[in-house]
């Protein structure tokens, strides 16, 4: 028990959020390995995007706690600094910042927290925005690039921190329909390439594609989680099952 | 090739209307009463020559052309703007940090501060405020000294910059009170501004690993210039009209001056209308330098 424990990236325990009288999270238990691809899904306002932004302590929680690689997050501005650095994140509506370009966009972490200089910091996010395919916009401003492609710069953004797990807060949720595939590929390839993932996602078509783990969550609560194909053949229990009969149906 | 479709032809608006026509009719109506009433039922005696003398004085004995009321109080004015400016900016970005800060103190030493001076009136504030700082704050810091020990040409340098050495604590005074005061507006522009910048930009600069201080530095205050800087413009206009206030308390600015003027001359209507040109010839170049630094964004990116 204690060696498989040792392998798990990242442990949640028991974890509780609330806002105000409202419980949002309720009894949380997951466990990642390092390397391992992990879809949540489930109804909006199941929770799904409190849990993860708990990980990365954009959210406070009352109860439980998580592991980060074996150590506790606790609320130390050091301490969350550090978090972060292994832990990068891509948010629904991207939140590229407006007023700088993309590279800079892409510069401003590694210099401010890994202490690169500005050469090196370049040079990485050069690296990182041709691994997203675009590495011609690299000096204009996000409003100038289409939602998909400044979705893509979110992600190149999050890789230049060089983080040991992602997280995706409904990536492709505020996409046109015709860019969608093309930031689900980059998520594949970072997916084979083996980094760890948790990606709360609609797409059920990636999920099963590149998931080792689905995790079903509804009222705050997870209700499962199975491989893959157990989950989409033969869901455990009822709350799923209608789920995936939703939205699958069409 | 797609096909350019010419829009519509639309119907000239006429450049003046009816309405128009009546409104400069009414306008144009009050004037001449308002002209009747002072020459033929005041019976006032205009003499803009007396008011004019004020401007400038020759020295009997050397007979050098030197400042008289009218520009040593523009003079003073402009200093108090110019000072005031600053130390009113600084204090309100200090101050609008402490707003939006995490640390309940600051947040509470910060509210504080805006609402006492917003909750009360200008005047009372300056009375107040003036007797506590002119006799307890200015004579700790021994400025008095600087008059008896300071070489000549320090003392004409500093002359030029805080007006008459023997008026200094007073200046100092007026300054504090004027930029303490305004300060508070200042605070709030600058919390709105910041408050104005969207949770996802503070939470994508958190989550990409910037610690509180280079959040607010890199992200958010860059972003929050644009929403602060047309208010922000106007309230210096705002505070070099009331620079006046200060008067009350003897600072010997325009409106102090003026006062002396109309008293000795009793030409009432021309020293205040005087004045009142004087402010606005101040006052009108900087909103125009706003607004040019408004359209042209200081450079910054627009989004």
Partial sequence: ?250 | MPVNRPPPALEKAKRIKLLDIVVISIVAVVIIAIYYRVEHVLVYRWNWGLVFEYFVRIDEATGDILPNLFLKGVAMTLRLAFWGTIIAAVIGIVMGLCRVSNSLFLKAVSRLYVELIRNIPPVVFIFVFYFFISSQIIPLLGLDNIAYTASPNTIAVLEVLFGPIGLFTNFLAGLICLAVFEGAYITEIVRAGIQSIGKGQWEAARAGGLSRFFVLRDVILPQALKTILPPLASQFIILVKDSSIVSLISVQELTFLTQDVSNTTTQFFESWMLTAALYFMMCFPLAMLFQRFERTGLGIQKH
């Fill in chain 1, 1 to 250: 028990m204690s060696n498989s424990e040792a392998s798990h990236f990242l442990q949640i325990k028991g974890l509780g959020k609330w806002f105000g009288q409202f419980c949002a999270l309720w009894d949380i238990n997951l466990e990642v390995n390092s390397g391992e691809r992990v879809v949540v899904c489930g109804p909006s306002g199941s929770g799904k995007s409190t849990m993860i932004r708990c990980i990365n302590l954009l959210e406070t929680f009352e109860a439980g706690e998580i592991l980060i690689d074996g150590e506790k997050l606790v609320n130390n501005p050091k301490k969350i600094l550090a978090i972060r650095r292994k832990v990068g994140m891509v948010f629904q509506n991207f939140n590229l910042f407006p007023h700088i370009t993309v590279l800079q966009n892409l510069m401003l972490g590694p210099i401010r927290n890994l202490n690169l200089s500005k050469s090196e910091a370049a040079e990485t996010a050069m690296k990182y925005l041709e691994k997203v395919q675009i590495p011609e916009q690299a000096k204009k401003y996000p409003s100038q690039l289409s939602g998909g492609q400044q979705q893509r710069v979110a992600i190149a953004r999050a890789l230049c921190m060089n983080p040991e797990m992602m997280l995706f807060d409904e990536p492709t949720s505020a996409l046109d329909p015709e860019m969608i595939s093309g930031v689900l590929d980059i998520m594949v390839e970072l997916a084979e390439g083996g980094m760890t993932m948790i990606v709360v996602t609609h797409e059920m078509g990636f999920a099963k594609q590149v998931a080792d783990t689905m995790v079903f969550m509804d009222h705050g609560e997870i209700v499962e989680v199975a491989p893959p194909e157990q989950f989409f053949t033969n869901p455990q229990s009822d709350r799923s099952e209608l789920f995936l009969s939703q939205i699958l149906s069409h």
